[in-house]
């Protein structure tokens, strides 16, 4: 007798008990992107913009007035200025070199470039950044009101809540 | 009167003789008291030990009775098994045979007498029973009674016909049959409480062993499930800190033999040792990740073996029926082997009884599988699977750890030589540190060459009271003379002393000063040295970094598509 192939066993709806129905539904597409959730990682920044604010020192004095410039690229990159969930600063390594260390380009309000050196003790908002601000493989370290977002020399976001 | 004082003696001598039996009486009375004493310590003694053998003796024979019951019971229950379930050994004695018979194309008298449904009414609870009809009549090409044969399966126990036919569709090849019978053994599983037997299955789509059709169904309905997990609270949180704990936990050590001085005089060696290990972790995981990627053979024969086992166990088991009934044979069988102890037992079916109930859930099978394959029983293509399912968690968990170990770095290394405490932020602070040591030293040198005085009391207290005795005439000229010789004598053992102890004062400190020196300079030594490996090692986190993103599920298909080749070749 031969073994037949047999094509379908199956004809009626299945119904099962303790299975999630909806999950009968779900599409069959499959897609790496879709792998990942939206809310996992920032944008990454890009190089442009890295080198850009890296650049700061060549802007002098202590306020930045009508740094067009400056608000757009970062505006593009992050969003508006102003808004609760904009970053209230960035900091990031001082190339002015001895006795300074970090500076800040505070972003609330008025457009400021503070630059400090190793004595000087930074606002309570950014102090806990500063080791990773100097840290050779950040870039830049946006503060906002909750969390720090370290971009490293690639552009990568990593977010730390304060 | 001499009489008198004669009586007189005579009851003073009885008085004594009657005190002395008296004390004679009262030392035996307590002597015989320490006996009575010792002899009630001894008593007790052995009272004691008596119940405890009583409680021994007791235990004992109660776990005698409890044998002789329990060898009993096994022969009753035994039997009761026989006439309550009897045919469903009967059944699956049967089922093995056909399954061989289906295997070798070879069909016996047997099969065609599991045609009839008598079979199903005999044990009309027993899901084995109408499969194996079903089966029967399809190699018979019977289709009615095939189709009516698994309506009654499925609806009897959905889950094992549908475990059995996927199973034994794939055997045969029905490529069609298996992929629509693997479908909907999907569907039965919920992520949260996976079957015990999922991961073998998962096994077998994953190494190609099931048809190529069914991976693709696999990785849909794991989509799915991660997309229903994902809308989850906290649940990308929980994986991250889960990734984040295995990085902790996997980091290297540092080697014994690396910065003996800093071990001996850093004061937050702890600290530095944390540290190196964090750094370490770079390397490690980019060699880890790597070789996961890699291609590397599966073990076919044995995923296809442990398949088949899956099936014997399904045509094999004890149904839910018999369970209880034979759960009480298993329980008294165990008190017979371990000769009537009931605790002992029951622990041990316990631990047996774990086994086969353990259900995972999706996440954990997943993190178990990339973790630590060979404990979860999962294969290197499986893990590979796993690995690039969680990739998204693993790299924002790699990069948080990242942030967080920089954030904790020691910024200082603090010392402690001698005595001597200070702090260096790279080692490069020789000079300044140095100059601070010799203060240190010479500070010390100080204070005891001061504290290294003559005491000038003895000669003036000599002299004083010599001169003294001397001045105000008293006879005793030749103390006076003495105090003054003592005084003046103590006086100068007491310069050559002192001058000695100068000597050896500054002998020592020179050279605790030198040694100091040479571990202060060898400390530092060993600062900058840290210093650099803890900048090489960081640095490698870009290595690791890329090796991550690299991660995809395209890179894991080629991998499959490899081992798939492999065996059709």
Same mark, same amino acid.
């Given at each position: *007798?031969?073994?037949?192939?047999?094509?379908?066993?199956?004809?009626?709806?299945?119904?099962?008990?303790?299975?999630?129905?909806?999950?009968?539904?779900?599409?069959?597409?499959?897609?790496?992107?879709?792998?990942?959730?939206?809310?996992?990682?920032?944008?990454?920044?890009?190089?442009?913009?890295?080198?850009?604010?890296?650049?700061?020192?060549?802007?002098?004095?202590?306020?930045?007035?009508?740094?067009?410039?400056?608000?757009?690229?970062?505006?593009?990159?992050?969003?508006?200025?102003?808004?609760?969930?904009?970053?209230?600063?960035?900091?990031?390594?001082?190339?002015?070199?001895?006795?300074?260390?970090?500076?800040?380009?505070?972003?609330?309000?008025?457009?400021?470039?503070?630059?400090? +050196?190793?004595?000087?003790?930074?606002?309570?908002?950014?102090?806990?950044?500063?080791?990773?601000?100097?840290?050779?493989?950040?870039?830049?370290?946006?503060?906002?009101?909750?969390?720090?977002?370290?971009?490293?020399?690639?552009?990568?976001?990593?977010?730390?809540?304060? | 009167?001499?009489?008198?004082?004669?009586?007189?003696?005579?009851?003073?001598? %009885?008085?004594?003789?009657?005190?002395?039996?008296?004390?004679?009486?009262?030392?035996?009375?307590?002597?015989?008291?320490?006996?009575?004493?010792?002899?009630?310590?001894?008593?007790?003694?052995?009272?004691?030990?008596?119940?405890?053998?009583?409680?021994?003796?007791?235990?004992?024979?109660?776990?005698?009775?409890?044998?002789?019951?329990?060898?009993?019971?096994?022969?009753?229950?035994?039997?009761?098994?026989?006439?309550?379930?009897?045919?469903?050994?009967?059944?699956?004695?049967?089922?093995?045979?056909?399954?061989?018979?289906?295997?070798?194309?070879?069909?016996?008298?047997?099969?065609?007498?599991?045609?009839?449904?008598?079979? *199903?009414?005999?044990?009309?609870?027993?899901?084995?029973?109408?499969?194996?009809?079903?089966?029967?009549?399809?190699?018979?090409?019977?289709?009615?009674?095939?189709?009516?044969?698994?309506?009654?399966?499925?609806?009897?126990?959905?889950?094992?016909?549908?475990?059995?036919?996927?199973?034994?569709?794939?055997?045969?090849?029905?490529?069609?049959?298996?992929?629509?019978?693997?479908?909907?053994?999907?569907?039965?599983?919920?992520? +949260?409480?996976?079957?015990?037997?999922?991961?073998?299955?998962?096994?077998?789509?994953?190494?190609?062993?099931?048809?190529?059709?069914?991976?693709?169904?696999?990785?849909?309905?794991?989509?799915?499930?991660?997309?229903?997990?994902?809308?989850?609270?906290?649940?990308?949180?929980?994986?991250?800190?889960?990734?984040?704990? *295995?990085?902790?936990?996997?980091?290297?050590?540092?080697?014994?033999?690396?910065?003996?001085?800093?071990?001996?005089?850093?004061?937050?060696?702890?600290?530095?040792?944390?540290?190196?290990?964090?750094?370490?972790?770079?390397?490690?995981?980019?060699?880890?990740?790597?070789?996961?990627?890699?291609?590397?053979?599966?073990?076919? +024969?044995?995923?296809?073996?442990?398949?088949?086992?899956?099936?014997?166990?399904?045509?094999?088991?004890?149904?839910?029926?018999?369970?209880?009934?034979?759960?009480?044979?298993?329980?008294?069988?165990?008190?017979?082997?371990?000769?009537?102890?009931?605790?002992?037992?029951?622990?041990? *079916?316990?631990?047996?009884?774990?086994?086969?109930?353990?259900?995972?859930?999706?996440?954990?099978?997943?993190?178990?599988?990339?973790?630590?394959?060979?404990?979860?029983?999962?294969?290197?293509?499986?893990?590979?699977?796993?690995?690039?399912?969680?990739?998204?968690?693993?790299?924002?968990? %790699?990069?948080?750890?990242?942030?967080?170990?920089?954030?904790?770095?020691?910024?200082?290394?603090?010392?402690?030589?001698?005595?001597?405490?200070?702090?260096?932020?790279?080692?490069?602070?020789?000079?300044?540190?140095?100059?601070?040591?010799?203060?240190?030293?010479?500070?010390?040198?100080?204070?005891?060459?001061?504290?290294?005085?003559? %005491?000038?009391?003895?000669?003036?207290?000599?002299?004083?009271?010599?001169?003294?005795?001397?001045?105000?005439?008293?006879?005793?000229?030749?103390?006076?003379?003495?105090?003054?010789?003592?005084?003046?004598?103590?006086?100068?053992?007491?310069?050559?002393?002192?001058?000695?102890?100068?000597?050896?004062?500054?002998?020592?400190?020179?050279?605790?000063?030198?040694?100091?020196?040479?571990?202060?300079?060898?400390?530092?030594?060993?600062?900058?040295?840290?210093?650099?490996?803890?900048?090489?090692?960081?640095?490698?986190?870009?290595?690791?970094?890329?090796?991550?993103?690299?991660?995809?599920?395209?890179?894991?298909?080629?991998?499959?598509?490899?081992?798939?080749?492999?065996?059709?070749?």
């Amino acid at each position: *007798m031969k073994l037949q192939s047999k094509n379908t066993f199956l004809h009626k709806k299945l119904i099962i008990p303790g299975v999630n129905q909806n999950l009968t539904q779900k599409s069959t597409k499959v897609d790496s992107q879709a792998l990942s959730s939206p809310s996992l990682s920032l944008k990454k920044r890009s190089v442009d913009y890295i080198r850009f604010i890296s650049k700061i020192e060549n802007l002098e004095g202590h306020s930045v007035n009508g740094y067009k410039e400056l608000i757009d690229k970062i505006s593009v990159e992050i969003g508006p200025l102003g808004l609760p969930t904009s970053p209230i600063g960035i900091l990031a390594k001082c190339f002015l070199g001895a006795p300074f260390d970090v500076h800040i380009l505070g972003l609330s309000g008025d457009i400021i470039i503070n630059h400090y +050196k190793v004595s000087e003790q930074l606002p309570p908002d950014y102090a806990k950044a500063r080791i990773l601000a100097i840290h050779n493989q950040y870039s830049i370290v946006e503060v906002y009101n909750d969390k720090f977002v370290l971009i490293d020399i690639e552009g990568n976001t990593t977010n730390l809540t304060k | 009167m001499a009489d008198n004082s004669g009586a007189l003696n005579q009851i003073n001598a %009885n008085i004594l003789a009657v005190h002395q039996e008296l004390r004679s009486f009262e030392q035996s009375t307590l002597q015989s008291f320490a006996t009575v004493d010792q002899k009630q310590n001894i008593l007790e003694n052995e009272l004691k030990d008596f119940y405890s053998q009583f409680l021994a003796f007791v235990k004992a024979d109660l776990m005698q009775k409890r044998l002789q019951l329990a060898e009993t019971r096994v022969g009753n229950l035994r039997q009761d098994l026989q006439i309550k379930y009897g045919y469903y050994a009967e059944i699956r004695r049967m089922a093995s045979g056909i399954l061989q018979g289906v295997d070798s194309g070879i069909i016996s008298e047997e099969t065609i007498k599991f045609t009839t449904e008598e079979v *199903m009414i005999k044990a009309p609870r027993y899901w084995l029973a109408p499969t194996l009809v079903c089966l029967s009549s399809w190699i018979s090409d019977n289709k009615e009674v095939a189709e009516k044969a698994l309506d009654e399966s499925l609806k009897r126990d959905d889950y094992k016909t549908t475990l059995f036919f996927m199973l034994t569709m794939r055997r045969l090849n029905r490529i069609d049959a298996t992929r629509q019978w693997v479908e909907r053994y999907f569907l039965h599983q919920d992520p +949260k409480k996976l079957s015990r037997e999922f991961i073998l299955i998962l096994e077998g789509i994953v190494t190609g062993i099931f048809p190529p059709a069914s991976k693709t169904l696999m990785m849909s309905k794991i989509q799915s499930w991660i997309d229903l997990l994902v809308s989850e609270p906290d649940f990308i949180e929980k994986q991250i800190d889960t990734w984040i704990q *295995m990085y902790k936990a996997t980091r290297p050590l540092v080697n014994d033999k690396k910065y003996p001085l800093l071990r001996d005089y850093c004061s937050n060696w702890n600290g530095v040792e944390e540290d190196l290990r964090n750094v370490y972790s770079n390397d490690h995981l980019s060699v880890f990740f790597a070789d996961i990627l890699k291609n590397n053979d599966s073990d076919i +024969k044995n995923i296809t073996f442990n398949l088949d086992n899956i099936l014997h166990s399904l045509v094999g088991n004890f149904d839910d029926e018999e369970l209880p009934l034979q759960r009480e044979v298993r329980l008294n069988e165990l008190i017979v082997e371990f000769q009537g102890d009931e605790d002992e037992a029951k622990s041990r *079916m316990q631990i047996e009884e774990d086994i086969y109930s353990k259900e995972v859930d999706f996440l954990r099978l997943l993190t178990n599988a990339a973790f630590n394959p060979e404990d979860s029983g999962a294969s290197k293509v499986t893990q590979s699977l796993a690995v690039s399912i969680s990739q998204p968690w693993i790299l924002e968990a %790699n990069k948080k750890f990242l942030a967080e170990y920089r954030l904790e770095q020691q910024q200082e290394i603090s010392f402690n030589i001698d005595g001597f405490q200070g702090k260096t932020q790279n080692g490069s602070d020789e000079e300044e540190l140095i100059i601070q040591q010799d203060l240190y030293y010479e500070n010390i040198r100080n204070e005891q060459l001061n504290a290294n005085k003559i %005491n000038y009391w003895a000669l003036i207290i000599g002299v004083g009271i010599g001169l003294f005795l001397l001045f105000s005439g008293s006879e005793n000229f030749g103390i006076a003379i003495l105090s003054i010789v003592i005084g003046v004598g103590v006086f100068f053992w007491q310069k050559s002393s002192v001058a000695k102890k100068r000597v050896s004062i500054n002998e020592e400190i020179d050279n605790k000063k030198a040694r100091g020196k040479e571990i202060l300079r060898g400390f530092l030594a060993e600062v900058v040295d840290l210093k650099t490996e803890l900048f090489l090692e960081d640095s490698k986190s870009q290595k690791l970094q890329k090796t991550i993103q690299d991660i995809t599920p395209e890179s894991f298909s080629s991998i499959s598509a490899n081992v798939s080749r492999n065996i059709i070749n």
